[in-house]
Nanobody, 120 residues
Framework: VQLQAFGGGLVQAGGSLRLSCAASGRTFSSYVMGWFRQAPGKEREFVASITWSGSLYYRDSVRGRFTVSRDNAKNTVYLQMNNVKPEDMAVYLC???????????????WGQGTLVTVSS
């Protein structure tokens, strides 16, 4: 599976942004898809994930503000970011794996990152 994330950019605090991740491969629908992020000088952290059946999981700090979704017909996973905060500024990375987990090493496939910059 190859992943390509896009949609990052500059957003004002309180604003919204939608990230997309396009996946190649015919077995996209069988993978758990997710998002991680890494801010400068900080460790990579789990953001959200979605299973093939639509089960969702979020880190506490984004729950209620971010929504992860997927379109299996388009081999694409999305991250809708609402009420963005300065602490959300990071490079966002798309991932694919076989089971739902918040541990980065458990995801087999990683896309390149897309940068989200938040202005306050």
């Amino acid at each position: 599976v190859q992943l390509q994330a896009f949609g990052g950019g500059l957003v004002q605090a309180g604003g919204s942004l939608r990230l997309s991740c396009a996946a190649s491969g015919r077995t996209f629908s069988s993978y758990v898809m997710g998002w991680f992020r890494q801010a400068p000088g900080k460790e990579r952290e789990f953001v959200a994930s979605i299973t093939w059946s639509g089960s969702l999981y979020y880190r506490d700090s984004v729950r209620g503000r971010f929504t992860v979704s997927r379109d299996n017909a388009k081999n694409t996973v999305y991250l809708q970011m609402n009420n963005v905060k300065p602490e959300d500024m990071a490079v966002y990375l798309c991932v694919a794996g076989r089971f739902l987990t918040t541990t980065g090493n458990d995801y087999h496939y990683w896309g390149q990152g897309t940068l989200v910059t938040v202005s306050s």
